[in-house]
């Protein structure tokens, strides 16, 4: 048995190590608090139209997804062509939060790279993406007709991403809807 | 001459630039007490962005944001739990460098403790082994010295 400990100890440890790395990709991401409860309240200002303003409660009725972008943001342009594709199959609206942003380059950026934003809010200060807990772009969320945030995702959403993760949440809420 | 000046334009330079660089204006405090508040509260807090680095020593735009949303908190009268619990809202529990004792963390803050106590009872167990054998050694029947004489 005593010969046997070190080999042990070694073994302990590196399974312990092996879980460490196969979660460290994944280790920066934050779950976000907010999940099934009701999103934060925002009266927000939309791109290129200062004056008018849309609210959290303008937007119930619908499950949308609320994209946190910025024209200073390169992993956003890389994420790009998956909002304009999926604006385009009209499976939901893509509603953005264009996060600390120069309205005038946020056109300009819409512009080159293509405007898949059916409403497209503008946080010039950030205070509403605090009140999302966002920390870095861009952040995918699902919010329902009821107004709960539903479901968050960090960093580039693509294809493969919406497939597994938010196609069977959003028949899980079609599921919930018809229930009623 | 010639020298001094190029100093002194140097040196001006860099003062100028410095100012411009500013990037955020500094926030102001109230009074001492407002002040030593937001430094052990911003000490506490994580920065999401640069996530081994606080509140306090972070220079990331967001770090500013929330350095700013901690002082307007404290400016408009909340304790310091509510200024937490704001961020723990929006941020979760990882924002807390000294998190919170609750079943997710029991054996964060419990495991020391209970580990301390392995140890204590292992040692004992094996000192008190030791000492049996001990005395087992010394009343051993073959132990001259301290066979009984029965004659």
Known sequence: MKRWLPLISFAILAILLGFGLKNADTKSLIPSP????????FNLPLVGQPEVFVSKSDLLGTTYLLNVWGSWCAACRVEHPFMNQLSRSGILPVVGLNWKDEPTEAIAWLKQFGDPYSINMSDYSG????????YGAPESFIIDAKGNVRYKHIGVLNQQIFER????????IAREVSGQ | MKNTLIYLIFGISIVLLSAFSVAAPPLEFDNQTQESRFNKLVAELRCLVCQNQNLADSDAELAQDLRREVLDLIRSGKSDTQVKDFLVQRYGEFVLYRPRLDKSTYLLWLGPAVFFLIAAVVIGLVIGKRNQQFLENQNMPNNKDQKPHDD
């Open chain 1, 34 to 41: 907010l999940i099934d409860k009701p999103a934060p309240d």
């Open chain 1, 127 to 134: 205070r509403t993406a605090i009140d999302f807990g966002v």
């Open chain 1, 165 to 172: 993760e938010i196609q069977p949440l959003l028949a899980t």
